[in-house]
C-alpha cells in the first residue's frame, strides 16, 4: 500500500504563488509519473502537470509558464511552484502516481487533495 501526502495549498491573491508538495511513502519498488491534477466546482478533474521516470515534463497550457513541476527522488516527492496565479487557478489540486510495487505490480494512486483558492 502507499500513501500519497499533500501540503501547501492555501489562499493567496491573485498574482501571488503558492507551492504544493506531494510525499509518496509505503511499499514502492519505483515511482514511473507523479503528478498534479485539479478541480473546480462544476468543472471536471483535469491535468496540471506530471513529471515522468526520466524527468521529462508536461504541462496543461493554461499553467504553462506559470507553474512548475518538479521532483525530489530521494525523497519520493513532488512539487507544484505555482506562480503568477489566476482566479480561475481556484481549485481542490490532486497529487497523482503511478508506482511499481516490489511485486512489479502497477498502481495509480491519488491524494485527499489540498485547496487551492485565488482571491482578492
Known amino acids: 500500500q502507499v500513501q500519497l501526502v499533500e501540503s501547501g495549498g492555501g489562499l493567496v491573491q491573485p498574482g501571488g504563488s503558492l507551492r504544493l508538495s506531494c510525499a509518496a511513502s509505503?511499499?514502492?519498488?519505483?515511482?514511473?509519473?507523479m503528478g498534479w491534477h485539479r478541480q473546480a466546482p462544476g468543472k471536471q478533474r483535469e491535468l496540471v502537470a506530471r513529471i515522468v521516470g526520466g524527468g521529462r515534463t508536461e504541462y496543461a497550457g493554461s499553467v504553462k509558464g506559470r507553474f512548475t513541476i518538479s521532483r525530489d527522488n530521494a525523497k519520493n516527492t513532488v512539487y507544484l511552484q505555482l506562480n503568477s496565479l489566476k482566479p480561475e487557478d481556484t481549485a481542490v489540486y490532486y497529487c497523482?502516481?503511478?508506482?511499481?510495487?516490489?511485486?512489479?505490480?502497477?498502481?495509480?494512486?491519488w491524494g485527499q487533495g489540498t485547496q487551492v483558492t485565488v482571491s482578492s
Open positions: 509505503g511499499s514502492i519498488g519505483s515511482i514511473n509519473a
Open positions: 497523482n502516481a503511478k508506482i511499481t510495487s516490489p511485486e512489479v505490480v502497477t498502481y495509480d494512486y
